[in-house]
């Protein structure tokens, strides 16, 4: 695994906490406002009934298989508007039936991993998103990871999701591209349609305004990347090889995929790359005098129903929960379906991927 994949995945999840940790040492007038944002970016999910996911095999007469692993065109279709005492583990009960069926988990589990205790390291669920709002269009989920924490092994796991990923939406029963689900019904059913999905309960999300890149990245002075192929997109040229980026070359950089030989997967690791330098950023010398300013560029761009008090564990309980990551991927086909190209994935794959996370949050 390469350094820069490992780093970001590692701390994604907890950038927030970086620029908090840097505020509690800044002096009282900072920790405040660092409070004040927490504040701001909460954004509470609607309580909605988990239903035990079906993982179907969708009979579809008139497929056209293509050989791109990951979404080369854009949509046809556009969707309408030092600690103490450790409290024991509780396994998670799954019962098992076949490969191409999911795992049963119990309602008790199902609770507890929906509304896991940060006080007590309970590990948890968080699915990150990357949007593309703009005034007047909500947009779509453009970026999907999910990510598993178990604290007290230090282990993580993190999914990328294919924003063409093709999934029955919980909202209408019909099968849509699985980034439209925030253009439906927001965080709330794009949590909703992972959790169908996959089987794994969420606890947590944080949504990120691509947009807000711009402002963020040319508050600490641009970002480094290593690009691996030449390519020009919105007016800017990117060569081949490590260069520095503005605000605006950062998120025309992480945008691009339609030239990208791999597709959404492409314009993801290149996201990486930007989020990844940026934190280190954010936790390197010198940001406490831009801190005013990152915080109120955070309150802006990012919503998650993380609660301050929840955040603050993160920081002071969570730390150890860097050490092993493991990446994942979805295995899929590209397909055109009626004209519009997806990516779709079997239900061995699905029960796949949901063993795999239940078994890390599982780990003791």
Sequence with gaps: MKPKRRRFVRWLGYAMAAVLVIAIGAGGYVWVSAQRTMNAMYEPLPSTKWVDPVFETEDEPEILPTNETAGPEEDIEEPAMEEEGEPPVVPITAIDRNPAEPLKISEEDVARLRSPSTANKEPFTMLLLGVDERPGDRGRSDTMILLTVQPRTGQAIALSIPRDTRVLMPNSGKYDKINHAYAFGGSALSVEAVERAFGVPIAFYMKTN???????????????????????????????????????????????????????????????????????????????????????????????????????????????????????????????????????????????????????????
């Design 210 to 364: 691509m947009g807000g890149l711009i402002d963020i990245v040319d508050t600490l002075g641009g970002v480094d990347v290593n690009n691996e192929r030449a390519f020009n997109y919105e007016g800017h040229s990117f060569p081949k090889g490590e260069q520095h980026l503005n605000g605006e070359e950062a998120l025309a950089y992480s945008r691009m995929r339609k030239e990208d030989p791999q597709g959404d997967f492409g314009r993801t690791q290149r996201q990486r790359q930007i989020l990844s330098d940026a934190v280190d950023r954010v936790a390197g010398a010198g940001t406490v005098t831009k801190l005013p300013k990152l915080l109120s560029h955070l309150s802006e761009y990012v919503r998650t129903n993380l609660t301050s008090g929840q955040m603050i564990d993160l920081i002071t309980k969570y730390r150890s929960t860097s050490g092993n990551v493991q990446i994942m991927y979805l295995q899929g086909q590209g397909k055109m379906i009626n004209g519009i190209y997806y990516y779709t994935i079997t239900a061995e794959e699905r029960r796949r991927i949901q063993s795999e996370m239940l078994k890390g949050l599982n780990s003791n």
